[in-house]
């Protein structure tokens, strides 16, 4: 099923759920984008038997009855609401969590917008809505990163885009150039994959990194996803590793600012006279121990030994070069 086939369906179940009376196809023909755009009446009729049919077939109870009962002299559709509305479900955490991720979808992707639009024009004709069906169908998760939709239009339309993105625990932004190829979730985060154009190389930036506007080139359609990518590998490969390991450094006072910027007192032991004792959170030993090695004699590891010993290892190998 194209995109747009599933978004007119989408805006076609909607617009029957919400409606409080029957709704003729004439209308319907009015307010859905996807049906407004069928080349005649007859490709309207063909479009409009078909998707009524798929929905059917999905189990959706469409009913038919007379836009004026008195008169009897146009039939309408519409969807009970009663009868379409599903019992109480239990997820298990990886359902739950497929759900979230495509109600994140639907927010941003721009169905929202599209129903807004076929609602008002419902409204507009005199036809009673009620709102509060879209709940059946909509799950309300509201976004945090703005750059999210510019971001998933660019995948869908195939766009290049340019943005700022700031370096993780830096001040530091730089101008990026990116050929998305899809928006991902990860370890709780968004990100975004694809082609850096600038690096010639894979790359992921985290969505709330992003600053400022997110620039889509007036280019669409410039590029192409290779053949057989797989984002949730490309992300699990490329995303940084949690920091859920602590560390207890010393730090003389009035130096190794990098590492109190993310890590905190360590009130647990008193520090020798002149330093600090500071707890610090961290993915990778070597990361943390290049950290560290930075700071020269300004930071001393005492936990753990994994880490101290690889900082020991270290300074041996540099002492042993410069021999």
């Given at each position: 099923?194209?995109?747009?086939?599933?978004?007119?369906?989408?805006?076609?179940?909607?617009?029957?759920?919400?409606?409080?009376?029957?709704?003729?196809?004439?209308?319907?023909?009015?307010?859905?984008?996807?049906?407004?755009e069928a080349a005649n009446a007859e490709a309207f009729e063909k479009m409009f038997e078909r998707d009524k049919e798929e929905l059917r077939s999905l189990g959706v109870p469409?009913?038919?009855?007379?836009?004026?009962?008195?008169?009897?002299?146009?039939?309408?559709?519409?969807?009970?609401?009663?009868?379409?509305?599903?019992?109480?479900?239990?997820?298990e955490p990886e359902e739950a969590a497929v759900i979230g991720l495509?109600?994140?979808?639907?927010?941003?992707?721009?169905?929202?917008?599209?129903?807004s639009d076929a609602l008002v024009k419902l409204k507009a004709a005199?036809?009673?809505?009620?709102?509060?069906?879209?709940?059946?169908?909509?799950?309300?998760?509201?976004?945090?990163?703005?750059?999210?939709?510019?971001?998933?239009?660019?995948?869908?339309?195939?766009?290049?885009?340019?943005?700022?993105?700031?370096r993780s625990n830096s001040a530091e932004v730089a101008t990026r150039h990116l050929q998305p190829w899809g928006v991902v979730s990860y370890r709780g985060r968004w990100y975004v994959a694809g082609h850096d154009t600038d690096r010639e190389d894979t790359r992921l930036f985290r969505l709330s990194r992003v600053q400022g506007e997110v620039v889509l080139d007036r280019r669409a359609g410039s590029y192409e996803v290779p053949a057989g990518t797989d984002l949730r590998a490309v992300t699990s490969m490329l995303a940084p590793a949690p920091a859920d390991r602590t560390a207890v450094v010393l730090?003389?006072?009035?130096?190794?600012?990098?590492?109190?910027?993310?890590?905190e007192p360590d009130d647990g032991a008193a520090a020798p006279d002149g330093w600090d004792r500071i707890r610090v959170r961290y993915a990778g030993t070597g990361a943390l121990a290049d950290e560290v090695l930075g700071y020269g004699d300004d930071a001393v590891v005492l936990a753990p030994a994994e880490?101290?010993?690889?900082?020991?290892?270290?300074?041996e190998e540099l002492a042993g070069a410069a021999r």
């Open positions: 099923m194209t995109a747009r086939k599933s978004e007119r369906l989408l805006n076609l179940l909607i617009t029957l759920l919400v409606a409080r009376t029957y709704v003729s196809k004439a209308r319907l023909r009015e307010v859905i984008e996807g049906y407004r469409i009913e038919v009855g007379y836009v004026d009962r008195a008169f009897e002299d146009e039939p309408g559709y519409r969807i009970e609401r009663s009868a379409f509305e599903l019992p109480e479900i239990d997820l495509a109600a994140r979808v639907w927010q941003h992707a721009g169905l929202a917008a599209a129903t005199g036809i009673s809505v009620d709102r509060a069906a879209l709940d059946v169908v909509q799950p309300q998760i509201a976004a945090e990163e703005p750059a999210f939709e510019p971001f998933w239009q660019a995948t869908q339309t195939r766009t290049a885009v340019t943005f700022d993105y700031r730090v003389r006072q009035g130096a190794g600012h990098g590492l109190r910027r993310h890590g880490v101290r010993d690889l900082v020991v290892s270290r300074l």
